[in-house]
C-alpha cells in the first residue's frame, strides 16, 4: 500500500526509519522490554547520528535542520516504539549546549512540568531563590535517567543536574512500557545555567511547545500508521470460514476509515511541520490542531485495530497492545485533544464575537492557496485546562 | 512544501475577489425557476468579466491557464458569499469530460455555450435499479442508420428540468460483458419522446429529476468518445468531478463554520457557548486538517493524478461536513420550527444540516468509497 511521504521529506523519514530499524529491531524491543532499563546504546547511537544536534545552528557546531527532520525522528520513534525522552532531548538541545556547565556533549535531557492535579493535591510549582531551585510534584518523562532537568521558574528557564543530592526523583508506575513517568521534587539544588529569562522566558516556552506538540503529533502518526499496517496485514493472513477476513466487507470498511484517519493525521502533521520551520503566522494554531488531531485519531484508529486483531489483539504477546497503550499515553502528553479542543473552540468563538462586533469581517475562504496570516487569533495565551493529566510546562 | 499558488495567482485572487465586491447579485429569487434564471445571467456575468473558462482550451472558448484558477475563482466566490454560476453540473462535470473526449466539431459545438452558461447540462448516469451498481444499467440505445435511438429511465439527474443537454450512459451492446457495452451520449433533452420529472427533496428544494426516454432519436455525432467504451469516459468523469469539487465544497464549509460561529455567539450566553466549546474546535481541528488534505489534492490535480486518494478526500470531507451541520443543527432551540427573530437562521442551519446528510449518499455512497480505498489503496479483495 502507498503511504508515503515526498521528496526531502520521504528522505528524512527513510533515514531516520532505517537507523531505528537497524539498531532497535523488534528482537532488540522484546529484548528490552524484560528489564526495562534505559536503553544506552541505541541512545548513543542516536547521538552518533545526530539526533540531538538537529536543531542546533550549524554556526553552533549542530546540523541546522527544522522541525520537519525533527518530525521524522519522533514518527520514526513511534513507528518502533523507540524508549527514551527523544522530543524534550531534541527541543531543548540547542538552549541546554549553550551552557557553559552542561558539558559540551549530547546529554539526556528531560522538561519538567508540573504534575497534573489529582482530586485535592496541590498542583506542582517551581521557584528560584538565592541562585537555588526548589520544586514540589513536578513531573518529567525519563527524569530518573536524565543527565539534566530544565525547569520552568516562571520568570526563568533554568537547568539544574538530575544527580545532585537535593533533587529526588521517584519513579511511577505505569502500563505503557514505552515511557517512564517520575515526579521530581528539588530542594536547593545550584542552577547549572539559565536557559531563558525575563522577556526570553515566555519565547522560549511557545517555541519549545510548538516543536513538542508537532513532533508528539508526528509520534503518534508512526504509532497510528504501523497499527494500520498491522491490522492489515492480520487481517490478510487470519483466515476464517475458509476467507482471510479482510475479504470481509465488514472488515475491509474498518480498514478504510483507519486509512482516512491515518492520512488525515498525515496531512495536518506535514501542514503544521512546514509552517513551524517557516515560523509562520498560524504555525502555533496548526501545532495545536495537529496534537489534537492525532491524539484523537490515533486512540481511534488503536480501537478499530484491537477490534480488526480480535481477542489476539487484547494479549500482552501481540505487540499492538504496546502500541494501542503507547497511543493513550501520547494522547495525554502535552495536553490532550478534549482540552485542546476546548482551547481552540474558545479562541474560535472568540474570533467570531469579536468579528461578529466588528461587523461583517469577510470569512476566510482564502487557504488553500497562500496562507492568510491572520492577527488577533491569540491562541498561545490559552492554555488547555489542567483538569486532564495533559503534561503541560508549568 | 511547494505552495499551490504562484505570485501570478496570488493576483488573480485579489483582482477576483476586488471585481466580486461590487458584482455579487444580493438579491436573488426565492421561486426556483426565477432564481436558475438569474443564476444563468449570473454565468453569462462571470464569463464575460474573464472569470470563467479557466483550465479550459482556448479553441473552444476557454481561456488556457490552469484548473487552480478556476479553484481560485470558485473560492472566491464562496468567501463572498456570491451564488455559484447555474451551469455548474456543466462546469465541474460534464464538461471536462466533453473537453477531453469530444472531436474538434464536438469541441467547438458544445463547449463555449458550456462555458457561458447559454445552454445548461445535466447527468444521466443512475437509474432507478443501477444506483452504486452503476454498471447494471439497463437504458438502451439502439443503432438506427445515422442515429441512436434510446428508451428507459434515469434518476438523480440535478437541474434536469432547466437543462437543454443530458450526457446518458446507455447499453449499446446488450451481449458484451456488462462494463463493455455502454456509450456515452449527449442528449438534447427537447427532444420528442423525453419526458422530465422534477423530484421535491428532503431540503424542500426540487433540484434533481426522472427523465424518461421514450424511443428518442439521438444522431449518431453526438456519440462522445468510441462505440461502447463509454464506461471508461463516465469513470474520466467521476474522477474529474471529484477533487475540484471537493475544494469548492471545503470552502464553503469553512465559510458556513465562520458564519456559524458568529451566529452562535449572538444567540447563545457565554455559558452555553462555554459548555460548547469543545465541539466548536473539534469542528476547527477537522476543517483545517481537511485544509491540509486541500494542498495535497491541488497537487494531485496539477499533476493530473486521479485514484483511490479521492475517496479517501470525499470519506474525510464528509466527515467534516457531516460534523459541522450536525453542530449547527444541535445549537438551534428548535431543530424544525424557527421564530422570525432568531439569532440563530434555522432555516438555513437545518437546510444545511439535511444537505449534508446527502454528502455521504451522492457522487459515490461513503460506502463505495471504502470500497475503492479498501480494494484499491490497500489490496483488499473478495478472496
Known amino acids: ?394 | 512544501m511547494d505552495l499551490p499558488a504562484t505570485e501570478e495567482q496570488r493576483r488573480f485572487r485579489l483582482d477576483v475577489r476586488a471585481w466580486l465586491t461590487d458584482a455579487v447579485p444580493r438579491h436573488l429569487p426565492q421561486a426556483l425557476d426565477e432564481r436558475f434564471q438569474a443564476l444563468r445571467t449570473w454565468q453569462r456575468t462571470l464569463y464575460d468579466a474573464g472569470w470563467i473558462g479557466w483550465g479550459w482550451p482556448s479553441e473552444y472558448g476557454g481561456r488556457g491557464g490552469s484548473v487552480v484558477e478556476q479553484l481560485v475563482v470558485y473560492q472566491e466566490l464562496a468567501r463572498a458569499r456570491a451564488p455559484m454560476p447555474a451551469g455548474l453540473v456543466a462546469l465541474e462535470v460534464v464538461g471536462p469530460t466533453i473537453a477531453h473526449y469530444a472531436t474538434p466539431d464536438q469541441g467547438r459545438r458544445f463547449v463555449p455555450p458550456l462555458l457561458r452558461g447559454d445552454e445548461i447540462w445535466s447527468q444521466g448516469f443512475s437509474e432507478p435499479d443501477s444506483g452504486s451498481d452503476l454498471a447494471s444499467l439497463s437504458t438502451r440505445a439502439v443503432e438506427d442508420g445515422e442515429s441512436f435511438v434510446i428508451t428507459g429511465q434515469k434518476v438523480w439527474t440535478s437541474w434536469a428540468q432547466y437543462s437543454q443537454w443530458c450526457a446518458v450512459l446507455a447499453r449499446t451492446d446488450p451481449e458484451a460483458k456488462r462494463h463493455d457495452g455502454i456509450s456515452y451520449l449527449l442528449v438534447d433533452l427537447s427532444s420528442p419522446g423525453v419526458e422530465v420529472r422534477p423530484l421535491v427533496q428532503l431540503t424542500g428544494d426540487a433540484e434533481f429529476s426522472e427523465i424518461f426516454f421514450d424511443s428518442v432519436r439521438v444522431p449518431r455525432s453526438n456519440l462522445l468518445g468510441a462505440l461502447n467504451e463509454g464506461w471508461k469516459v463516465a469513470m474520466a468523469t467521476l474522477s474529474f468531478e471529484r477533487a475540484p469539487a471537493l475544494l469548492r465544497r471545503l470552502t464553503e464549509i469553512r465559510v458556513a463554520f465562520e458564519e456559524l460561529t458568529r451566529e452562535m455567539c449572538d444567540a447563545l450566553s457565554p455559558e452555553d457557548l462555554d459548555l460548547i466549546a469543545e465541539r466548536v474546535g473539534r469542528c476547527r481541528v477537522l476543517i483545517e486538517a481537511m485544509e491540509a488534505r486541500g494542498y495535497r489534492i491541488v497537487d494531485r490535480i496539477r499533476r493530473g493524478e486521479r485514484g483511490p486518494e479521492d475517496s479517501v478526500d470525499k470519506l474525510f470531507l464528509t466527515r467534516t461536513e457531516q460534523a459541522v451541520f450536525a453542530l449547527a443543527l444541535d445549537v438551534l432551540p428548535d431543530r424544525t420550527a424557527f421564530a422570525p427573530d432568531d439569532a440563530l437562521t434555522g432555516r438555513r442551519w437545518l437546510h444545511d444540516y439535511l444537505f449534508s446528510r446527502a454528502a455521504s449518499i451522492y457522487g459515490g455512497t461513503s460506502e463505495i468509497q471504502r470500497n475503492i480505498v479498501a480494494g484499491r489503496l490497500l489490496g483488499l479483495g473478495r478472496d
Not at chain 1, 547511537?45 to 550549524?58: N, T
Not at chain 1, 539534566?148 to 526523583?169: M, N, T
Not at chain 1, 522577556?199 to 502518526?221: D, N
Open chain 1, 1 to 394: 500500500m502507498t503511504l508515503e511521504r515526498e521528496g526531502i521529506e520521504r528522505e528524512v523519514a527513510a533515514a531516520a526509519d532505517s537507523l531505528i530499524a537497524s539498531v532497535w529491531p523488534v528482537t532488540a524491543r522484546r529484548e528490552w522490554l524484560r528489564d526495562r532499563a534505559f536503553p544506552v546504546r541505541l541512545w548513543e547511537q542516536a547521538a552518533d547520528s545526530g539526533w540531538f544536534d538537529l536543531l542546533i545552528p550549524e554556526a553552533e557546531g549542530g546540523l541546522g535542520r527544522s522541525a520537519i527532520e525533527a518530525c521524522a525522528v519522533t514518527e520514526a520513534t513511534g513507528r518502533h516504539l523507540v524508549p527514551g525522552p527523544f522530543v524534550d532531548t531534541i527541543v531543548l538541545s540547542p538552549a541546554v549546549r549553550r551552557l557553559s556547565g552542561a558539558g559540551s556533549g549530547p546529554a539526556i535531557l528531560c522538561l519538567l512540568h508540573a504534575a497534573g492535579t489529582r482530586g485535592r493535591a496541590a498542583n506542582g510549582h517551581a521557584g528560584v531563590r538565592g541562585g537555588a531551585v526548589f520544586a514540589q510534584r513536578l513531573a518529567g518523562e525519563w527524569a530518573v535517567s536524565a543527565d539534566h532537568l530544565v525547569v520552568d521558574a516562571g520568570e526563568s528557564v533554568v537547568v539544574v543536574d538530575a544527580s545532585d543530592e537535593r533533587v529526588h526523583r521517584t519513579p511511577l508506575d505505569g502500563r505503557d512500557a514505552f515511557r517512564q513517568p517520575c515526579l521530581v521534587d528539588i530542594d536547593g539544588a545550584p542552577i547549572v545555567g539559565v536557559i531563558a529569562d525575563g522577556r526570553a522566558a515566555p519565547e522560549l516556552r511557545a517555541a519549545v511547545r510548538r516543536l513538542a506538540l508537532v513532533m508528539t503529533a508526528s509520534e503518534l502518526l508512526g504509532v497510528a500508521h504501523r497499527m494500520l499496517e498491522m491490522s492489515l496485514e492480520y487481517a490478510m493472513n487470519r483466515h476464517q470460514f475458509g476467507r482471510s477476513i479482510g475479504s470481509f466487507q465488514a472488515v475491509q470498511h474498518r480498514l478504510a476509515d483507519m486509512t482516512v484517519t491515518v492520512e488525515s493525521m498525515r496531512s495536518v502533521c506535514y501542514l503544521a511541520q512546514v509552517a513551524a520551520r517557516d515560523d509562520d503566522a498560524e504555525a502555533d494554531t496548526l501545532a495545536i490542531v495537529a496534537k489534537a488531531h492525532t491524539s484523537a485519531g490515533a486512540r481511534e484508529v488503536a480501537e478499530a485495530a484491537l477490534q480488526v486483531h480480535g481477542g489476539i489483539g487484547f494479549t500482552a504477546d501481540c505487540d499492538l497492545s504496546l502500541y494501542l497503550l503507547r497511543a493513550l499515553s501520547l494522547q495525554s502528553a502535552w495536553g490532550d485533544d478534549r482540552a485542546w479542543c476546548r482551547a481552540l473552540g474558545r479562541s474560535t468563538l472568540a474570533t467570531a464575537a469579536a468579528s461578529a462586533e466588528a461587523g461583517s469581517t469577510p470569512p476566510n475562504g482564502e487557504r488553500i492557496h497562500g496562507r492568510a496570516r491572520r492577527p488577533g487569533e491569540a491562541i498561545m495565551q490559552l492554555r488547555p485546562s489542567t483538569d486532564g493529566a495533559g503534561g503541560e510546562p508549568t
